[in-house]
């Protein structure tokens, strides 16, 4: 079946530093699909963070960006500075939409990022 | 913009006993919801696909005989956890899909958590 790896367990970062979080795919049942990141904050549900529907593309959101690579099944999140309000659990997901969304979201299994002052 | 309420927030129950979870969608007509689970120390699963006018669809591990879902109308849908037992424990989410946006978008509620004793 399809599967999502991303970076595990938690990463620690200073503010005003960057943060990358790897996130790679393999889908079985499609080339190319739908690719997402989520977001979860203290105490809140899960948020789209931000999507890309086409190979190559690059996706941004709230100073995060993440660029579907097709070469290497990666979908990378970056920003470039972060703040402490940054700090959450973050999931990497994709959907085959080769079934119309038969299948639903299929996530990693987070990455927790605390972000210090 | 697209937003869903989920409730309870937290639930305690007996072990053998059962609880209903409900998810409701403003501003958009959930034509899918996807109910998951997150296990502790792991990732989310889709327990249930239920798209309106189509029967509802269980993964792998997930029956209906344990987990019931109703899915009346656009806005509201339901799922019910019976004689809920300790490996039942987690936080569930539901899931709703706008149909206007792209991509096959879920849009979360805030999960329920569910302790067993």
């Known amino acids: 079946g399809d599967s999502v790896t991303q970076t595990e367990g938690q990463v620690t970062v200073s503010e005003s530093k960057s943060l990358i979080i790897n996130c790679t795919y393999s889908?079985?049942?499609?080339?190319?699909?739908?690719l997402f990141w989520y977001v979860r904050y203290p105490g809140e549900g899960l948020q789209l963070l931000l999507k890309v529907i086409t190979a190559g593309q690059k996706g941004s959101s709230r100073g995060f960006e993440a660029t579907y690579n097709k070469e290497t099944t990666s979908f990378h999140l970056q920003k470039a500075s972060v703040q402490e309000s940054d700090s959450a659990v973050y999931y990497c997901a994709l959907s085959d939409r080769g079934n119309n969304y038969a299948q639903g979201l299929t996530f990693g299994l987070g990455t927790r990022v605390s972000v210090f002052p | 913009g697209a937003l869903v309420y989920q409730y309870p927030r937290r639930t305690i129950c007996k072990s053998g006993t059962s609880m209903r979870m409900e998810c409701q969608a403003v501003?958009?007509?959930?034509?899918?919801v996807a109910w998951y689970r997150q296990s502790p120390q792991k990732t989310f699963e889709l327990i249930a696909l239920s798209t309106v006018n189509s029967a509802i669809k269980y993964e792998q591990n997930f029956t209906q005989e344990k987990f019931p879902i109703s899915h009346p109308n656009l806005s509201f849908s339901s799922m019910t956890v019976l004689n809920a037992y300790l490996e039942d424990r987690g936080l569930y989410l539901c899931g709703a899909r706008d149909p206007g946006s792209s991509a096959e978008t879920l849009y979360f509620g805030s999960g329920t958590r569910l302790t067993v004793l």
């Open positions: 889908a079985t049942s499609i080339a190319y699909p739908n």
């Open positions: 501003g958009f007509q959930a034509t899918s």
